[in-house]
């Protein structure tokens, strides 16, 4: 049998028109695969990433918390109230002023202060001039632990100031005795390292 041959010569444009569009919408699909690989879907809304060179911010440390008073430690110099106090404001002739201390715990938990008459100290004094102090002549002191309950104030023993002098040279001599008439004095206190908050002011007559 004699073959068929196929008439050689230009095709019809549609021909090649069709094959242009099919290698083009074969690249196109080539190129669109290529941008999924690379570019993910909804990378834009991404946050850039951090520069390497950038340090990552150090964790914010906690704010070191308030000191206070913790129970049954001793008490703190911030906790302890301690105010002067004296039986009267004016003492006529022959009368002698009674002194004392009250010592407040103002913080809200329980605390323990030495307030023996080894760290008291009353002092009294006139102008810059201190005239009078109870340590200068002080026999036998002690100590005294004692717990302070929150806003519960104590107060010591009273103890008598005999309107005169006192230096320690003179302790067991006469002491000159101190000037009256409306004569004004003022006690401060102490104890230990804890100081007073005010004087008392007193006078004599």
């Not at 990378?43 to 913790?70: F, W, Y």
């Not at 008459?117 to 005294?144: L, N, R, Y």
Request: contains cysteine.
């Amino acid at each position: 049998m004699s073959s068929v041959r196929r008439p050689v010569g230009p095709l019809p444009p549609h021909v090649y028109w069709r094959r242009r569009a099919l290698v083009l919408a074969v690249l196109a699909a080539i190129v669109a695969v290529v941008v999924l690989i690379v570019v993910r879907p909804g990378a834009g809304n991404a946050e850039p990433a951090a520069s390497s060179s950038e340090q990552p911010a150090a964790p914010a440390t906690a704010e070191p918390a308030a000191q206070g008073q913790r129970e049954g430690e001793p008490c703190l110099p911030t906790s302890v109230k301690i105010e002067p106090l004296t039986d009267a404001t004016e003492y006529p002739e022959g009368s002698s002023p009674q002194i004392s201390m009250r010592i407040t715990n103002t913080s809200p938990a329980p605390c323990t202060i030495n307030a023996g008459t080894t760290q008291q100290v009353f002092q009294i004094t006139s102008g810059s001039d201190v005239v009078w102090k109870s340590t200068d002549c002080q026999v036998d002191p002690v100590d005294a632990e004692v717990t302070l309950q929150p806003n519960a104030p104590q107060s010591t023993a009273p103890i008598t100031w005999d309107r005169t002098r006192s230096e320690p040279s003179t302790c067991d001599g006469d002491r000159q005795a101190m000037p009256a008439g409306g004569a004004s004095y003022h006690l401060e206190v102490s104890v230990g390292d804890y100081a007073g908050s005010d004087t008392k002011q007193f006078l004599l007559y």
